[in-house]
């Protein structure tokens, strides 16, 4: 992080030493901001002058890696204030590929960190292999990746997991009562924990699966078989293969969660996060003691009888997921193709389409309250679209015409339209909208746009296009980041954005939106009033204190090897969070704040291994910049569902 120059002093002259105790009195404070993963070469650059006092007439150089400048100019005029500095642009455009410095003087002085500017297949090649790597390092179960930050495979006493009915909770989030088993058991053995705990959540799995799929799908050559850096068809696959365990086609039965989170009010049983501690100690943890049973055998949560009707936000993402591996896997796999497409359309026939109270979510439900769902059955049945117009289907099918799903599709999207919650979030793991619509536009397309549905391509695209303009002006920030940096998943959503924005200008190539996708992806690697990368990994500056055991017990807590790379944080919200547990590094050493000062508009961030509010990653969380990155370096999807330009 840059820091002012030291003023000159002299020890010899009174004269000097007062005008230099004058200048001290009124100096300025100044910060550059920048994308630390870099710039495309040859398009507008953006970074930003953070001042402690109005600096008005400051003039920035930008110098190359041997020191030479290549560009010069005046800061623009103010864009806002954020908590008390002043924040102005500096507006660049350079075309040859090197690492750069920015540096002001005058009223105030201050140097960026380096930054790069260069292709975006340069740029975001590493960035992408980073989040493959870790999900990677998330696997649970005995085909876990043997990486510097594991060694061994944890959880094996999943493969014989007890199912119980799903617990009561109080208003405390503590369990009522004693867990009942179903008795079935069940493998749960595999799949990514959730996020710095090892709970297994269908739930947030589901959305990833779902993104991921359609990366492998639409960017081969980023994200799939063509890909010698970023292949993701293998972690896609063992994604789905959990999600075939939690769902029992045969006798139409779905399990959503693998372990507790929160304790029980009449018992001392000890839950997930009541202790820290590597994976592989979970199987024998305790010993024979009872206290400790759910740590050594996971409880598994059953959703509800056979065959009843499914909670419809899972119903839509579970479709969604199994109709995109046959897209996916139906040439390569066919037995793994076949048996998808079969418990896609199972489950989305199963889907309660008027539901009542919470959705099922996770137990508690607290730990991830969606309230949306008719995104989730637009894109599943949007996916089934796709899947069934390939053709070369199995027997048995409910359903074998592909216009079916796309007149349910659209039936889902003009309910979301006209729903209560349109407008109210963009792409992230409470709403797909912004992908969904997408989707749709393109099954529209391929289609032939056919007369007779509910919703026109028109509508689908003012509706994402609304969604980006409505959340910007929600969140009234001087950097123009598209999010409220006092809301909640603040990165995901940053990256979601990049991806609606990439989207809307795809079909309509508005070129303003290919602005903000970029100016939204640099707001989140460093472009911010922190100056910090929010994923690991990535840029000068990222978080070396996460709240991840793993990354916390075996990696480094400075920023060097090894670290959890790829791994996307919460980032910024309206509060830290604070709590010890026994066995956790302290981190920072000496638990300081060094982030503090640049708080504002009720946005906080804190590095600190005790904030699982800020500095936690998660499955989700990290979802969105995959697709962000696989979309900046391709420039367009391709495969099947694409839309003629």
Request: hydrophobic letters at 35%; proline letters at 6%; one cysteine or more.
């Amino acid at each position: 992080m840059s820091r002012p120059a030291h003023r000159f002093r002299s020890t010899f002259n009174f004269l000097p030493i007062l005008f230099a105790l004058v200048a001290s009195a009124h100096a300025v404070t100044g910060y550059i901001r920048v994308n630390q993963i870099g710039y495309e070469a040859g398009l507008s650059m953006r970074a930003y002058l953070m001042t402690t006092s109005a600096a008005n007439g400051v003039n920035y150089i930008v110098k190359n890696s041997a020191g030479t400048t290549v560009a010069s100019g005046a800061a623009g005029a103010k864009l806002g204030a954020w908590g008390s500095y002043s924040v102005y642009p500096i507006d660049f455009t350079l075309s040859t590929a090197d690492t750069y410095t920015i540096s002001v003087g005058g009223p105030v002085t201050a140097t960026s960190p380096g930054f790069r500017v260069d292709t975006p297949v340069n740029l975001y090649t590493t960035p992408l292999a980073n989040n493959l790597y870790f999900y990677e390092n998330e696997r649970d179960g005995p085909n876990f990746i043997s990486t510097p930050l594991r060694t061994a495979a944890g959880h094996l006493n999943d493969a014989s997991a007890t199912a119980y009915s799903s617990p009561t909770f109080n208003n405390n989030d503590l369990i009522i009562g004693s867990l009942s088993p179903t008795g079935a058991t069940i493998n749960a053995e595999g799949g990514w924990w959730d996020a710095g705990d090892y709970l297994k959540f269908v739930q947030t799995h589901s959305y990833v699966v779902a993104l991921m799929l359609i990366g492998v799908r639409d960017f081969p050559n980023q994200m799939g078989s063509l890909s010698t850096t970023s292949n993701f068809s293998n972690e896609a696959q063992f994604g789905l293969s959990w999600l075939q365990r939690m769902w029992n086609d045969s006798t139409q039965t779905l399990y959503y969660q693998v372990g507790i989170g929160t304790d029980f009010k009449s018992y001392n049983y000890v839950s997930d996060h009541d202790i820290w501690r590597l994976p592989q100690a979970d199987d024998t943890y305790g010993g024979s003691n009872s206290q400790d049973q759910y740590i050594r055998h996971r409880p598994v949560f059953v959703a509800g009888d056979a065959g009843g009707a499914i909670s419809p936000n899972l119903a839509g993402r579970l479709a969604a997921d199994f109709a995109e591996c046959f897209q996916v896997f139906d040439a390569t796999n066919p037995t793994l193709a076949n048996q998808c497409i079969l418990e896609a359309e199972h489950i989305f026939d199963l889907a309660n389409t008027s539901p009542t109270g919470n959705l099922l979510t996770t137990a508690p439900y607290d730990f991830y309250p969606e309230n949306e769902w008719r995104d989730d059955l637009e894109l599943g049945a949007t996916e089934l679209y796709f899947a069934l117009q390939r053709g070369n289907l199995p027997a048995g099918l409910p359903h074998t015409d592909p216009m079916y799903y796309l007149t349910a599709a659209a039936n889902w999207a003009y309910a979301y339209i006209n729903g209560p919650n349109d407008q109210t979030d963009t792409l992230n793991l409470y709403d797909v909208s912004g992908l969904a619509h997408f989707e749709l536009y393109r099954a529209i397309t391929l289609a032939g746009n056919p007369s007779g549905l509910v919703v026109t391509q028109t509508q689908l695209l003012d509706d994402i296009e609304n969604q980006i303009t409505t959340s910007v002006a929600n969140a009234d920030d001087p950097f123009g980041f598209g999010w409220p940096w006092n809301s909640y998943d603040t990165i995901s959503h940053g990256a979601g954005l990049s991806v609606m924005a990439k989207e809307v200008y795809y079909l309509s190539n508005n070129g303003a939106y290919a602005t903000d996708s970029r100016r939204w992806l640099s707001n989140i690697s460093g472009a911010n009033a922190w100056g910090v990368t929010f994923t690991v990994g990535d840029g000068e500056t990222f978080p070396d204190c996460m709240q991840h055991q793993v990354a916390n017990l075996v990696g480094s807590l400075n920023g060097q090897p090894p670290v959890l790379d790829g791994a996307v944080v919460e980032g910024p919200t309206d509060a830290s969070s604070s709590g010890l547990v026994s066995g956790m590094l302290t981190c920072p050493p000496g638990g300081g704040d060094e982030y503090k000062k640049f708080n504002g508009k009720g946005a906080v961030y804190k590095d600190n291994v005790q904030s699982y509010t800020t500095d936690e990653p998660a499955i989700d969380l990290t979802a969105t910049s995959f697709l962000m990155y696989a979309w900046r370096i391709a420039g367009a999807p391709s495969g099947t569902p694409t839309v003629p330009r």
